[in-house]
């Protein structure tokens, strides 16, 4: 037991410290918790909750891209502001609940009708996940800004604003191989690569406008619908600057 003072000491109880606790109970409330809490929840451990807060191998969800079947439905996030705006596109096959994230959008300094455009190549029949108030927005600019982009013919819906259940579920959709991303998506990964906590646990809020989307997108994706005949899936294989998508 580890010496505090001469007259006090610290004792950290973990689950296995539970009898009560049998490993099915344990293994059903790990997968319950994040991933930067397991530590202190299952053994006790104090933790500040830095590091990634998807501690998952790219190679684990990543995949090679390929032709989406015409019968997934299909959505996309997007997230506004003029230093950059971005938007990630899934398509879900409802029966292995996998979510197959295929395309990017990622542009800053430019007008909502550029953006608008990029957007309505994928096709301008997706329907689109947004949270007009983010990024410190007022709630009457936010609405300004998502009616400029309805104007622009894009169908959109309120995006589920819960950040830890949304962090949830894209943690359990990633571990348990329910979420896929196409290996072609350059800035989807390094936004990836740097999301993370910092000593005192909060999120870093600097290159994470996809991730933002990749929430949106896992927590609304009872939005998507489906493509006809005449409005394929567009896919597109190669990177494009100018127009900031893949």
């Not at 003072?5 to 319950?32: N, R, V």
């Not at 191998?57 to 015409?70: G, L, M, V, Y």
């Not at 819906?157 to 290996?183: C, H, M, P, W």
């Amino acid at each position: 037991m580890p010496e505090i003072s001469t007259t006090k000491y610290s004792q950290f109880i973990g689950w296995d410290d539970c009898p009560h606790l049998s490993e099915e109970a344990k293994k059903a409330m790990e997968y319950e918790i994040e991933p930067h809490l397991r530590k202190s929840r299952m053994q006790g451990l104090p933790s500040l909750g830095s590091g990634a807060i998807y501690p998952i191998e790219r190679e684990e969800i990543e995949c090679t891209p390929f032709e989406i079947p015409s019968y997934w439905p299909v959505a996309y996030a997007l997230d506004v502001g003029w230093n950059r705006t971005a938007a990630l596109w899934g398509s879900w096959d409802r029966e292995s609940d996998v979510i197959y994230v295929w395309s990017e959008h990622y542009r800053g300094e430019a007008e909502p009708i550029i953006h608008a455009s990029a957007i309505k190549a994928r096709g301008d029949w997706i329907n689109g996940i947004i949270d007009h108030a983010a990024r410190g927005r007022r709630q009457i600019d936010g609405r300004n800004l998502m009616d400029l982009y309805t104007q622009e013919g894009l169908k959109l819906f309120n995006a589920n604003k819960a950040i830890d259940a949304g962090i949830l579920e894209v943690y359990q959709r990633l571990s348990t191989g329910r979420l896929k991303i196409f290996a072609n998506l350059p800035n989807f990964w390094k936004e990836y690569m740097l999301y993370r906590r910092d000593e005192k646990g909060k999120i870093v809020k600097e290159f994470d406008h996809l991730m933002d989307c990749l929430r949106y997108l896992c927590m609304g994706i009872e939005h998507a619908n489906l493509p006809t005949i005449s409005h394929p899936v567009y896919r597109d294989d190669s990177h494009d600057d100018s127009t900031g998508y893949n």
